[in-house]
């Protein structure tokens, strides 16, 4: 601590702010409630003035001080205000203890939109395995690293700045949090202890890093809801995916908000059953014991006014997404499967300087809406039962179903365009009355992932109009291709001494996969088995993955082969990047192995994460497929994949104890319901719903 402290005072523009627990009155009133209740040792903090520090760390003449009454020095200080103040944006963090006032400081900073990194050999807990947990804990939230580490770029920032240049990009933020809040007699262990590093605007260029809503005025939250209301909204829906992925949502009146006038961010206005997001399979409104969640918790959500949209279809209520909070330490919920596509993307910007570029296809059959009583969807006579038909039968690329749907395709994309969403492409797919929509390149991955559940929403409300289902389900008839939610990646290079290439797209060099690339590939593939049970996450789904189904079925990669799972494609003009490039490059790669029945957030988060994966440890990317090679099988149910995400404790430690206990309980729930349906049970049922 004492090293990194002393390194960082050296830094032009550091700042070392120490927080330690102190009252402000001398009876202590005013410490939280949870102090108070904790026994005799929090409720004897240092009166104002009185706490003291180790010789070691000792805050210097012009260090930051900034006593706290609770855990989180978020909810008790104004550091947040402080440090936005000094303009910093990167947090090192270290301190005691690990798993409680350290933890509960990166949770909160990584929520608000830091980017926090944690020395794990700078912290200190009673135990080893408490600060193992503590640790794990902050996983996602923060880059873990050593003391070692945070020095070398702390020089290496030193040296690269001009001597009493004030307007230099990097300006580093030391800020700690020392206690000395035990007796005398135990005054060699500083308790409560955390540090904070912070690096300013320009060691991460502003133009790709990701930012945090900004704090508007109640004169400017007065002016969204007057706007909203002369746009004729009558209410806000307050919306979050569940980890089955149905949107779960509660309609808040405008007119209440106006006059309550609450916070712009509509922090805490609603809340949704932990359960409910985390412990509910798809098939029935009951939770799964084994997920470990209980109905007595709540998880508060906050807006993210970013996602705000106004559907044309729904013309009356604008929809919100947002992070879901834990009711009592308000850290985000590792139940909230945006905020883990956050994180990773902060990962990915934190610890290798990539950000992702990230484009998607839909695709999604029409039928019409009634019932005949005509045998099943095989052709299957004998049975006589509800049967329901697709809008033609037209195949891949033909211009009937563009012909006959055009009053539906065109609304379609009207109503896509009043919320922001573009359509790039749009063609019939190979099943009946099948359509592919595409979705261009974004640069907010956050935002892409967004779309998708809009464009989907939107669909199925368009098609209900025109008397049609838009049924997204992945298998519909067995002998032919099914539904896919195929995303196409690539990443771009953040440091300041790139090249303008990378700066656009680092996936290539031109006219090859660059080495990280080629990690990030072979971290999926290595991954693979595991991934299947986020982003195919259903028996239905292995219903469309086989041989000849345009899916591909081992854990393999080719060139522009639709076969493969991960197909990586070529082109002459990088339009989404604006360049040309003279020859074939290979531009992005795409991963065909996701449905609309996962989770978007959550799916696409580990995907990105496993590439990750790849690039930290270097990997080799295998030889690509052909004829005569010979490539690893992919689990071929359901079940098998949920097995090998059991055994996966890479993926399971970036997902938490929480989430991945819960979403392995529902998901293996739902597998020994669906596998007993047949494929028409399955569709009867997905056309219910839709």
Not at 75 to 92: A, F, K, P, W
Request: aromatic share 6%; proline share 5%; hydrophobic share 40%.
């Amino acid at each position: 601590m004492q090293h990194l402290t002393d390194t960082a005072r050296k830094v032009q523009g550091a700042e070392v702010i120490f927080t330690f627990l102190e009252s402000l009155t001398q009876d202590m009133r005013d410490i939280s409630t949870d102090y108070k209740l904790s026994g005799p040792f929090f409720q004897t903090l240092p009166t104002p003035g009185a706490a003291e520090f180790l010789v070691e760390l000792t805050p210097e003449c012009d260090d930051i001080r900034i006593p706290k009454t609770s855990c989180s020095v978020f909810l008790s200080t104004n550091i947040d205000y402080v440090l936005r103040n000094l303009g910093m944006e990167q947090l090192v963090i270290i301190g005691q203890l690990t798993d409680q006032c350290v933890e509960s400081a990166v949770r909160d900073a990584a929520d608000l939109g830091y980017l926090v990194t944690v020395p794990q050999d700078a912290c200190v807990a009673k135990s080893e395995d408490e600060h193992k947990k503590g640790l794990h804990g902050m996983r996602g939230f923060a880059n873990i690293v050593s003391t070692e580490d945070v020095i070398s770029d702390l020089l290496a920032i030193r040296s690269s700045m001009p001597v009493n240049d004030d307007t230099v990009a990097s300006k580093i933020a030391t800020s700690g949090t020392l206690s000395a809040v035990m007796k005398k007699s135990e005054a060699k262990t500083a308790a409560n202890t955390e540090e904070h590093l912070s690096i300013e605007s320009s060691f991460f260029p502003a133009t790709t890093r990701w930012e945090p809503p900004p704090l508007e005025s109640s004169g400017a939250v007065q002016a969204l809801y007057h706007a909203l209301s002369a746009a004729g909204v009558k209410y806000i829906r307050m919306c979050a995916l569940d980890i089955s992925n149905a949107t779960r949502c509660k309609a808040v009146p405008l007119q209440r908000l106006m006059q309550q006038q609450k916070s712009v961010h509509l922090d805490n206005v609603v809340s949704i059953a932990e359960v409910s997001i985390g412990g509910i399979p798809t098939y029935a409104d009951v939770p799964v014991p084994d997920s470990n969640l209980s109905a007595a918790r709540v998880l508060p959500l906050h807006a993210d006014l970013s996602s705000l949209r106004v559907p044309p279809h729904s013309p009356t209520s604008a929809c919100v997404f947002g992070s879901l909070h834990d009711q009592v330490t308000g850290n985000v919920s590792p139940l909230c499967c945006r905020s883990f596509l956050r994180r990773v993307m902060k990962f990915a910007q934190n610890k290798y300087n990539l950000a992702f570029h990230v484009g998607a296809e839909l695709e999604f059959c029409l039928y019409r809406d009634g019932k005949t009583t005509h045998g099943n969807f095989d052709g299957d006579d004998s049975a006589q039962q509800s049967r329901i038909t697709p809008v033609d039968e037209s195949l891949f690329a033909y211009s009937t179903i563009l012909d006959e749907q055009e009053h539906f395709i065109s609304e379609v994309d009207e109503q896509l365009r009043q919320i922001n969403i573009e359509i790039e492409l749009l063609h019939a797919e190979s099943a009946s009355g099948q359509l592919e929509l595409v979705l261009p390149y974004r640069r907010d991955v956050l935002r892409i992932a967004d779309d998708v559940v809009y464009a989907k929403e939107t669909i199925q409300s368009v098609a209900k109009k025109h008397g049609m289902r838009a049924l997204f389900l992945p298998k519909i008839k067995s002998d032919q291709a099914g539904n896919g939610l195929h995303v196409h990646i690539s990443f771009r290079d953040l440091r300041p001494n790139t090249s303008d290439a990378n700066k656009s797209n680092a996936f290539h060099d031109g006219c090859n996969i660059t080495y990280r690339g080629k990690g990030f590939m072979e971290g999926i593939l290595e991954h693979l088995p595991a991934l299947l049970s986020l982003t195919i996450p259903s028996v239905n789904s292995f219903r469309r993955v086989g041989p000849g189904c345009w899916t591909g079925h081992t854990a393999s990669w080719a060139t522009e082969d639709k076969e493969a799972p991960l197909r990586v494609c070529l082109s002459n003009n990088e339009h989404e990047h604006g360049n040309s490039v003279p020859t074939l490059a290979p531009t992005n790669v795409e991963f065909k192995l996701l449905d609309a029945t996962a989770n978007i957030y959550l799916a696409l988060g580990a995907v990105l994460l496993c590439g990750l994966d790849g690039i930290e440890r270097n990997l080799t990317l295998r030889p690509e497929l052909s004829k005569s090679s010979v490539s690893a099988p992919l689990p071929t149910t359901f079940a098998e994949s949920i097995e090998c995400l059991k055994n996966d404790s890479f993926l399971l430690s970036f997902m938490g104890e929480e989430l991945s206990t819960a979403y392995l309980a529902v998901k293996v729930a739902e597998e020994r319901h669906f596998s007993t349906k047949t494929l028409q049970e399955e569709v009867l049922f997905d056309y219910v719903k839709s």
